[in-house]
């Protein structure tokens, strides 16, 4: 039996990493993306989409301001200490550039994570999208 994963937030890049684990036969709830039209009907509650875990996988930036998950299409925020308060020490919570408030929770609730942006080739892959955005920016 394969391990059940958590898409919790983000953008549609976390959207095609669900597609890409359930494609592969894994279980994935994807919790967040209420305000998409596929996702509109979604009906677990962050305590369900938390508990149902094996892996939480968290966006990039895992938050913007250090109170909620980065989530853009989700209706209401995703209150990052709401997340740990309802993990357990056997889930593991991955995202990226997870602030020193947020390790220091983590580690202080012994909760297992990985921050995947810390990963050179991670950053060097984010380096050119983020380029080509910018240079579409100064172009417009």
Request: glycine share 8%.
């Amino acid at each position: 039996m394969g391990l059940k994963y958590t898409i919790l937030g983000g953008d549609k890049r976390s959207l095609e990493l669900g597609n890409l684990l359930m494609k592969d036969g894994n279980d994935v709830c994807i919790f967040g993306f209420d305000r998409m039209d596929q996702y509109k009907d979604e009906s677990a509650n962050l305590k369900e989409a938390v508990e149902y875990a094996d892996v939480i996988i968290g966006p990039l930036p895992f938050s913007t301001d250090n109170v909620n998950v980065n989530s853009p299409f989700a209706n209401e925020g995703i209150q990052v200490d709401a997340v740990f308060d309802l993990m357990s020490e056997k889930q593991v919570l991955i995202g990226g550039k997870f602030s020193a408030e947020h390790e220091k929770k983590l580690k202080n609730k012994e909760l297992k994570s990985a921050d995947y942006f810390i990963r050179e080739e991670m950053q060097v892959l984010n380096a050119v999208p983020t380029a080509e955005g910018a240079i579409q920016i100064a172009m417009e």
